[in-house]
């Protein structure tokens, strides 16, 4: 049966009576004009679907709101839509533009306020954010007379008459020694509470209370860090100068890179098993092509810890990772591996192969790589251990630990890359040196953070293939940072923008800060766990 493809042709297909439908599908109709009726109603559908989407895309583009369904305003729309309203564009994410845009006269008439604060820092920079004012943490001294507000105001039960230790606990007491007996941190609570906070934990919204403010802090200098300090007068970065009545700090979770909270470790062998099997799927030879993927990346991460076979062809490989060792053998002039969003402990590639690269890499974080001949293509890659090759090809790189190029330097070119001062090629004649533009030889920070995942699990960030695995740390110095090509940071987060992110996200609040009043961001490992169910002690 012979039906029309577009949405207006089969609308208009289904308008007409059912004898006509019956005489265009007729099985007796002369060759060939079977289902001519049909045709010809989905050509006239194709240009109207066209005629309509030109419409809704033209009215979608004279808003900037991200819409919850339908059509959105194009990228490049942006830009005019906020010089209309006198907006400065400063995220690096769409997303967060077009939210600049939609707010901007909200902001504006809110201006000053912890709350327009705390949207800048989610809209701007795509994350959750904690806003604290730097006045409650300055320790005062008690003044007497002073009318204390009822503990039930402040989210703290009344006392009894008489209960002194009760007393003692008064959360508007300004109480500078901590309370070795009790611990303060953060607890879920209830809707009506008076010291209720709400905010996102990993993108599930919880209410939230400071429990035992005058406590021992359980975390210290998280966002469940309530304790008192003397003035702080240095200039506010991430582990200094919070305690300070013009100071904001912002606790946001530190960025996960290419990993997530959910890992899934298996042996090769039991990739076709549940639930390995929902995150890895091999397509079939498509030109040539055999391709590994996992198609949600970003509901889980998926890590081989045994060895696949030796690979040979035309492979693919995209958002898996390998514990263990990557062998390709190029046996002809088309073989050659590619591996996008991947991570390995090792990739070797054995054997010859023509001009193309034997290895094409993007976005990816390998630890060794050896390719005997050939040619190495590298983007927006972070290299954590030795990268030995015959000619390497690279750009937005992060080359941290040894560099041996051993073919003709013509043949290589390393550009916007982090490379390693002791490279093997320095050592080799001037003339016949890979050709280098805008390199740098600072040496990165990565992050290194502990926290408790919702099973109670304790993850490390240094560990493969965790949460917050070879992600630069703030403190990595600006020529790898921005170093890349369009401003960003090398490596394999180039294209999360994470540098960018705060770098804009301080910029932006410039613009809605009291005057004198300066803000820091805070990585807090403790915004990755979501406040326990407890009972204050």
């Known amino acids: 049966m012979i039906r029309p493809t577009s949405s207006s042709g089969q609308q208009l297909y289904a308008l007409l009576p059912a004898v006509y439908r019956r005489r265009d599908q007729d099985d007796h109709a002369p060759d060939g004009h079977r289902g001519d009726l049909a045709r010809y109603l989905d050509a006239c559908g194709s240009l109207l679907d066209a005629v309509r989407f030109t419409l809704e895309q033209r009215l979608a583009d004279h808003f900037a709101d991200p819409p919850e369904s339908g059509r959105a305003a194009q990228e490049w729309m942006l830009p005019y839509l906020a010089e209309l309203l006198d907006v400065r564009l400063v995220s690096p994410y769409v997303e967060g533009q077009r939210l600049e845009v939609a707010r901007a006269v909200s902001w504006r008439q809110r201006k000053g306020t912890l709350r327009v604060v705390e949207e800048v820092v989610e809209a701007v920079g795509q994350t959750e954010a904690i806003v604290r004012e730097g006045f409650e943490r300055v320790a005062v001294t008690p003044r007497i007379g002073v009318r204390l507000l009822p503990a039930a105001a402040l989210g703290v039960a009344e006392t009894q008459a008489g209960d002194l230790d009760a007393a003692a606990r ?28 709400r905010d996102q934990f990993i993108g599930e919204d919880v209410a939230w209370r400071q429990a035992n403010l005058h406590g021992v802090p359980c975390f210290p200098d998280s966002y469940e860090d309530a304790s008192l300090r003397t003035l702080d007068m240095r200039q506010p970065t991430a582990s200094r100068g919070h305690a300070h009545p013009r100071r904001l700090t912002l606790f946001v979770p530190p960025p996960l890179g290419m990993f997530t909270t959910h890992t899934h470790r298996v042996n090769w062998s039991q990739r076709d098993r549940p639930p390995a099997s929902d995150f890895f799927v091999q397509d079939a030879p498509e030109s040539g092509w055999v391709r590994w993927r996992n198609p949600a990346s970003s509901a889980g991460t998926l890590v081989f810890t045994s060895r696949p076979p030796n690979q040979s062809g035309r ?107 002791a490279s093997k090629f320095q050592r080799i004649p001037e003339s016949q040196r890979p050709r280098l533009y805008r390199t740098t030889s600072a040496r990165p920070a990565f992050f290194e953070f502990v926290f408790c995942d919702a099973d109670g699990n304790q993850r490390e960030s240094r560990l493969f293939a965790e949460p917050g695995y070879k992600v630069l740390h703030p403190e990595t110095p600006d020529s790898v940072l921005f170093g890349a090509e369009d401003g960003g940071e ?13 770098s804009a996200v301080l910029d932006k609040l410039r613009d809605f800060l009291p005057l004198g009043m300066e803000a820091a961001i805070v990585y807090d490992p403790r915004r990755l766990s979501r406040p326990p169910v407890v009972l204050d002690s």
Request: charged share 25%.
């Open 490 to 502: 090398l490596g394999a987060t180039h294209r999360q923008r994470y540098s960018l992110a705060i």
């Open 315 to 421: 492979l693919r490989i995209e958002n898996l990772h390998f514990a263990d060792t990557l062998t390709f053998d190029v046996t002809s002039a088309d073989d050659r591996i590619e591996l996008r969003g991947v991570s390995a402990a090792r990739v070797v590639v054995r054997g010859s192969a023509g001009a193309d690269p034997v290895l094409d890499a993007k976005d990816c974080i390998l630890h060794h790589v050896i390719a005997e001949e050939g040619l190495v293509r590298l983007e927006s890659t972070t290299i954590t251990g030795e990268l030995d090759c015959h000619a390497v090809q690279a750009s937005d790189c992060l080359l941290a630990d040894l560099l041996d190029v051993r073919g003709p330097g013509e043949a290589s070119c390393i550009r916007y890359s982090r490379i390693p001062i």
């Open 170 to 197: 008064h959360p508007g007491l300004p109480a500078v020694t901590p309370d070795l007996r009790r611990p303060s941190r953060a607890v879920r609570s209830v809707a009506d509470d008076p010291a209720l906070h």
